[in-house]
């Protein structure tokens, strides 16, 4: 039975983390393309070509490796991202860059397709299911040279041709618009110059941390004696049973419970409250008395 429920166990772990790791794969954009590459960047080697942008959109690492890159709707597996590179594992919104230059002897990142001038060139995604479209995209065949197809935004927003221009940069393995303020910053400056609402809402996650942290552990305790007292009496061949108890918490019985209590414990003897004073026998006072400290002879 144990190993039944071991083995469940296991199997629904491995499908949720199957489960998990596809619908990352799901937030993996195309995010710029350039068809003819004459004076952006060069690859490893020195050389100019056509190059495909990758953006994870996750707030997670992801890794790409088993996907597939192809130019052909009919061919969905023609490049398959090869497995065993570090350089696959894309961190949290983060970009890679693929050479589409048909050489993939030249490492991981260069695909066995290239893109072609003065055409529409269609670019796919595929999941390791070889099934499952994550992304494509259509570089328009009017696309000039040194010019980029990228979207507005990372991994959202509409597609726009970008010149290169200070108004429309282009921007392989970084970011499509670069940020040099944060609004959020500025409007906790604007609203809150001293920084006490920052010290509130700052304390109020601490204790709220620490709130839920105190119902875990006090969860965990209470599972834990539980536990303990079954296995111990488990040990002694007792069964633990849980008794259904009526509620004893009402007025009426905890006044019952506290007067029999002050009845009980409230007891002592009783006591007269009259003083008796008996008179001494002797007229004088015993302590200043002589004779007791005199020698008394013996009587014959």
């Avoid at 959109?57 to 398959?80: G, Q, R, V």
């Avoid at 111990?232 to 007792?238: E, H, L, Q, Y």
Wanted: glycine share 6%; net charge neutral.
């Amino acid at each position: 039975m144990k190993r039944s429920i071991t083995l469940l166990v296991i199997v629904l772990v491995a499908a949720m983390a199957v489960a998990t790791q596809a619908q990352d794969r799901k937030s993996l954009r195309i995010n710029e393309v350039m068809i003819v590459n004459d004076t952006s960047i060069v690859d490893d080697y020195g050389e100019h070509h056509a190059w495909i942008e990758l953006f994870n959109a996750n707030f997670a690492p992801l890794e790409i490796s088993s996907m597939y890159l192809t130019n052909d709707k009919n061919n969905p597996t023609k490049y398959p991202i090869p497995l065993g590179d570090v350089k696959t594992r894309i961190s949290k919104r983060q970009h890679v860059v693929f050479w589409a230059d048909n050489n993939p002897n030249k490492g991981t990142f260069h695909t066995s397709f290239t893109l072609v001038q003065g055409q529409d060139n269609w670019i796919g995604l595929y999941d390791s299911d070889r099934k499952t479209l994550v992304d494509s995209v259509t570089i328009p065949a009017g696309l000039l040279a040194g010019y980029s197809y990228a979207r507005s935004e990372d991994g959202a927003g509409v597609w726009q041709v970008r010149d290169g221009g200070p108004d429309d940069y282009i921007t392989p393995s970084s970011a499509n618009v670069i940020k040099d303020k944060n609004p959020k910053v500025e409007m906790f400056a604007e609203k809150d110059g001293f920084g006490f609402l920052m010290t509130i809402m700052a304390m109020g996650i601490v204790f709220t941390a620490l709130f839920v942290l105190s119902l875990c552990f006090v969860g965990i305790g209470t599972i834990s004696k539980y536990l303990a007292r079954s296995k111990k009496a488990r040990a002694k061949g007792v069964e633990v049973v849980e008794i259904d108890r009526k509620d004893l918490d009402s007025g009426e019985a905890i006044a019952a419970i506290v007067m029999a209590l002050h009845e009980h414990l409230d007891v002592h003897d009783k006591e007269s409250a009259i003083l008796t004073i008996n008179k001494v026998k002797r007229a004088y006072s015993p302590w200043s008395s002589k004779i007791y400290g005199l020698r008394e002879y013996p009587h014959k």
